[in-house]
């Protein structure tokens, strides 16, 4: 079965400043997709970002970035230029060809400070 | 309008009552799914459904059911809830097979 690891239960950062935050997972299959979703204060799911593991580019949406390994099977999120606005709980998740099932590390709560 | 809508959004009751939660979807997506989440665990998948005549259990399905009444609603049952299934609890759809899920905003329920 399928796992995913947040080791950072907690990270902070100041605004304007860059924070990186880890996710490992492990499978056994070749295909599939990785995301990151933000869940804000108001509870909300919101994609940030998402990798299909065939690429090998890493993905990239204005200021969030991933650094894919896939033989390592790390799947970290990079923010750049923070804002207050991104304080929110992170979670990374995998997505399963075969299955269809979609699995979740336990999150990280991420506080930009001013 | 929100294109996964969830009801209620916040629901508090006893134990051992029959509470039914409910998810409609304006997205037109075949698949539906059940999450729940507790702090520290991150959400984890309850039921899910891939089409009207196709359900299926998660990792945690004891003590729920659901039902799926039509293609955009899919609604999640505690038969007779307990204290440790408070929790936030989330509907989510997913249309084509390399699409991501969308969530609906959840509901907050609680177990006294």
């Known amino acids: 079965a399928q796992t995913v690891t947040q080791s950072q239960p907690e990270m902070s950062v100041q605004e304007a400043e860059t924070v990186t935050l880890s996710c490992t997972y492990d499978?056994?299959?070749?295909?599939?997709?990785l995301f990151w979703y933000k869940q804000p204060p108001s509870r909300q799911m919101i994609l940030v970002i998402r990798?299909?593991?065939?690429?090998?580019q890493n993905a990239t949406e204005n200021r969030f970035s991933v650094n894919f390994q896939k033989a390592a099977k790390s799947f970290s999120l990079k923010i750049s230029d923070s804002q207050l606005g991104d304080t929110a709980m992170y979670f990374c998740?995998?997505?399963?060809?075969?299955?269809?099932?979609?699995?979740f590390g336990t999150g990280t709560r991420l506080q930009v400070f001013p | 309008d929100a294109d996964v809508t969830q009801t209620p959004r916040n629901r508090i009751t006893k134990t051992g009552k029959r509470i039914m939660l409910e998810c409609s979807q304006t997205k037109g997506h075949d698949r539906m799914y059940w999450y729940r989440q507790d702090p520290g665990l991150g959400l984890r998948l309850i039921y899910y459904?891939?089409?009207?005549?196709?359900?299926n259990k998660g990792e945690i399905s004891d003590g729920y059911s659901v039902s799926r009444q039509a293609q955009a609603k899919f609604s999640l049952s505690l038969e007779s809830a307990i204290p440790n299934q408070t929790a936030l609890y989330f509907c989510a759809t997913r249309g084509l097979a390399d699409q991501p899920q969308h969530f609906g905003d959840g509901t907050r329920l609680s177990i006294l």
């Open positions: 499978t056994s299959e070749s295909n599939y997709y």
């Open positions: 998740a995998y997505l399963s060809y075969n299955t269809d099932k979609l699995i």
């Open positions: 459904s891939f089409d009207v005549k196709d359900i």
């Open positions: 990798q299909e593991a065939y690429k090998q």
